[in-house]
C-alpha cells in the first residue's frame, strides 16, 4: 500500500521561509517523478512542481526562483523548499507520485 506523508507546514511571515517533506513508503521511489500541488481555500488544486528520478525539475510560473523541489532516494522522500513567501503562497500542500496522494499540510503565510 502506497502511503505519502507530507510535514513541515507551518505559520509563517511574509518572505520567510518553510520547508515541506513527503515521505514516501509502498512504492519504488527512485525510478518515479515526485510532483507538488497545492490548493487554496475555494480554489482548485494547481501545479506547484516536479522532479524526475533523475533530478531534473520544473516549477510553476508562480514559484519559480522561489521555491525548490529536492529528492532524497535513500530516504524516500522529497523536499519542497519554500523561500520569499507571499501570503497567495497560502494553501495546503500535496506531493504525489503516479496516481497517489498525501493527506497535506497547511502553509499559511500571513503577518
Known amino acids: 500500500q502506497v502511503q505519502l506523508v507530507e510535514s513541515g507546514g507551518g505559520l509563517v511571515q511574509p518572505g520567510g521561509s518553510l520547508r515541506l517533506s513527503c515521505a514516501a513508503s509502498?512504492?519504488?521511489?527512485?525510478?518515479?517523478?515526485m510532483r507538488w500541488y497545492r490548493q487554496a481555500a475555494g480554489k482548485q488544486r494547481e501545479f506547484v512542481g516536479f522532479?524526475?528520478?533523475?533530478?531534473?525539475?520544473d516549477y510553476a510560473g508562480s514559484v519559480k526562483g522561489r521555491f525548490t523541489i529536492s529528492r532524497d532516494n535513500f530516504k524516500n522522500t522529497v523536499y519542497l523548499q519554500m523561500n520569499s513567501l507571499k501570503p497567495e503562497d497560502t494553501a495546503v500542500y500535496y506531493c504525489?507520485?503516479?496516481?497517489?496522494w498525501g493527506q497535506g499540510t497547511q502553509v499559511t503565510v500571513s503577518s
Open positions: 504525489n507520485i503516479a496516481a497517489h
Open positions: 509502498g512504492i519504488i521511489f527512485s525510478i518515479n517523478t
Open positions: 522532479i524526475t528520478s533523475g533530478g531534473m525539475t
